[in-house]
């Protein structure tokens, strides 16, 4: 986009304080518009559709919607679109799930303002931008992944994964979330990733083709 042109915004995050405030801080910028907000799924491909913003701001965490899926469905239905995770899931799967569904930038909702407006203006030209606590962790990840061998499901991310596993193992969601230390809801939302990357209609679909894969076990473990 041109230098002159005022930067379209859609902000999109299931939690209405920190979307109404991020909102505030943008518009308080000069050269930036919000043309929108949403808090779910739905919304998101509603108003992006209708407002064509340049920029949109993701949530990873879109309650019982998955935002590395919803990014991966705008950047389809527009590749010249912008999407700029904000997120308070700072581990290099969130990252890299993301970056692999269509963002160009990634930062953690810890992030200043002064880095928010910078980050908004350069995926609006087309940057790629990552976070200045997660430049070096991004170098570390790609020279760690050059160097790992064949994996099973290997279009899954390392956390995926190791849902899958578990999931395969027999173990509930909120099991699960306890074993990694993340949310139900975290959770949830891997698991509704992981379908819809595998392309596989349920949960017990997936455990068969975990199972297939080498993942988890013959007799499931319980809680």
Excluded at 56 to 85: A, I, Q
Excluded at 120 to 125: H, L
């Amino acid at each position: 986009m041109s230098g002159e042109e005022t930067i379209r915004v859609l902000v999109v995050d299931d939690h209405p304080v920190f979307r109404i405030g991020m909102a505030a801080l943008l518009r308080s910028l000069p050269g930036i518009e919000v043309v929108g907000e949403a808090a779910d799924r739905a919304e998101a491909l509603a108003a992006a559709a209708e407002h064509a913003p340049h920029v949109v701001l993701m949530d990873l965490d879109l309650g019982g919607d998955s935002g590395v899926e919803t990014t991966r469905e705008l950047c389809r239905r527009d590749p010249t679109l912008g999407v700029l995770v904000i997120t308070m899931l700072g581990d290099d799967d969130s990252l890299f799930a993301s970056m692999r569904a269509g963002a160009r930038g990634f930062l953690l909702k810890g992030a200043s303002p002064e880095e928010v407006a910078r980050a908004v203006r350069s995926v609006a030209n087309g940057d790629f931008l990552l976070g200045p606590q997660l430049a070096q962790r991004g170098a570390l990840y790609l020279s760690g992944a050059r160097t790992r061998g064949a994996q099973p499901l290997p279009e899954l991310t390392d956390r995926e994964r190791e849902v899958v596993d578990l999931v395969a193992r027999g173990y509930d969601n909120a099991t699960i979330a306890r074993r990694l230390v993340l949310s139900s809801k975290t959770v949830r939302n891997y698991v509704y990733g992981v379908l819809a990357k595998l392309d596989l209609p349920d949960r017990g679909q997936l455990i068969v083709r975990a199972r297939e894969a080498g993942l988890g076990g013959e007799d499931p473990g319980t809680a």
